[in-house]
């Protein structure tokens, strides 16, 4: 069975602080790793990811995978109130099922950033 | 472009009740996903389906149904509505291919059902 793993939890950090989440997966026939910022309604697209070391960037946040360990990390420096958040990462693989091969998307539990003031 | 539409947003159902929560999408993608989120909690995948006529079980699917009869539709079935599936579910859709190095799935609005 896939499985995402995301560390921390939750976390709690000031404006202006750098915060990194993790994410770990064990899948079979890894496709992409996906990063979604969820507010209080349906997740929002951050990053894909699909090459080892080459890392993705989109203003204050980056997002970088390695293949080899099974790992990818989001950054955000200088955090905002408006950062707060849960943060997904969902892995991409591909499997066989009644309808052939295909692609599974498979989100982890999140974590849960609150920047305060 | 309307993306994943979700109907409906909020819905109370009586234990034993059965509903449909709806979900279309317009832009021709093959992949098409329900998510159930608990509180504090990820999404967990329920169904999902490759193309019309193609549907397979994902990670918590007793209690739930599903048909693809068109590329654009995807709705979801309780049959006999527990507690338990309290929850916010979320319908997705996915194209097979990339797109200027993007693949992600785009996600309806949520639908918050409350089973009393």
């Known amino acids: 069975e896939d499985k995402v793993v995301q560390s921390p939890l939750s976390l709690v950090v000031h404006e202006g602080d750098t915060v990194t989440l993790n994410c770990s997966y064990e899948?079979?026939?890894?496709?992409?790793l996906l990063w979604y910022k969820q507010e209080k309604k349906a997740p929002t697209f951050l990053f894909m990811l699909?090459?080892?070391?080459i890392e993705k960037k989109s203003g204050r946040l980056s997002s970088i995978l390695d293949k080899k360990e099974l790992f990818s990390i989001l950054n955000i420096t200088a955090t905002q109130t408006g950062d707060s958040a849960v943060y997904l990462c969902a892995v991409e693989a591909w499997g066989l099922n009644s309808g052939g091969s295909n692609y599974k998307l498979t989100f982890g539990k999140g974590t849960l950033l609150t920047v305060n003031p | 472009n309307a993306g994943v539409t979700q109907t409906p947003k909020f819905r109370i159902l009586k234990i034993g009740q059965s509903m449909t929560l709806q979900c279309t999408q317009d832009m021709n993608h093959n992949y098409m996903y329900w998510y159930r989120q608990d509180p504090g909690m990820g999404l967990k995948l329920i169904y999902y389906s490759v193309g019309a006529g193609i549907t397979d079980k994902g990670e918590v699917p007793n209690g739930y149904n599903v048909s693809r009869s068109t590329t654009e539709d995807f709705p979801l079935r309780l049959e006999l509505a527990a507690p338990s599936q309290t929850s916010v579910y979320f319908c997705a859709s996915k194209s097979r291919v990339e797109n200027r190095g993007r693949r992600e799935a785009f996600f309806g609005q949520g639908t918050r059902l409350t089973v009393v």
């Open positions: 699909t090459s080892s070391g």
């Open positions: 899948v079979t026939n890894f496709r992409s």
